[in-house]
């Protein structure tokens, strides 16, 4: 299993950024996809997930703010995230996550991450 995650960069508070991950090693519309965040010093906390037949669901930091989504041609996956704020800076990561919406992985790896800084 390969994760790698892309799109992250600096922004300014406000603004939007929409960021992908691309799995390879197995099909995607076998799983249910998560994205993670970890902040400076701080653990890795859920963000939201997509179930495998589109459902998404998110933390309540997220939700209004963040879109899900998924293409299962592509073997990809997205987090849109909008008005972001400079507490939303982080290493954001993707990952398998189990079909009930309790975010917890199911690939034991985990790729990169990408960067989000929000700044102004």
């Known amino acids: 299993v390969r994760l790698v995650e892309s799109g992250g960069g600096i922004v300014r508070p406000g603004e939007s950024l929409t960021l992908s991950c691309e799995l390879s090693?197995?099909?995607?519309?076998?799983?249910?996809m998560g994205w993670f965040r970890q902040a400076p010093g701080k653990e890795r906390q859920f963000v939201g997930g997509?179930?495998?037949?589109?459902?998404?669901y998110y933390k309540p930091f997220a939700k209004g703010r963040f879109t899900i989504a998924r293409d299962d041609a592509k073997n990809t996956a997205y987090l849109q995230m909008n008005s972001l704020e400079p507490e939303d800076t982080a290493v954001y990561y993707c990952?398998?996550?189990?079909?009930?919406?309790?975010?917890?992985?199911?690939?034991?790896?985990w790729g990169q991450g990408t960067q989000v800084t929000v700044s102004s």
């Open positions: 990952n398998g996550v189990d079909d009930y919406g309790l975010g917890e992985v199911v690939f034991g790896t």
């Open positions: 090693g197995r099909r995607l519309s076998n799983h249910a």
């Open positions: 997509i179930s495998r037949t589109g459902s998404t």
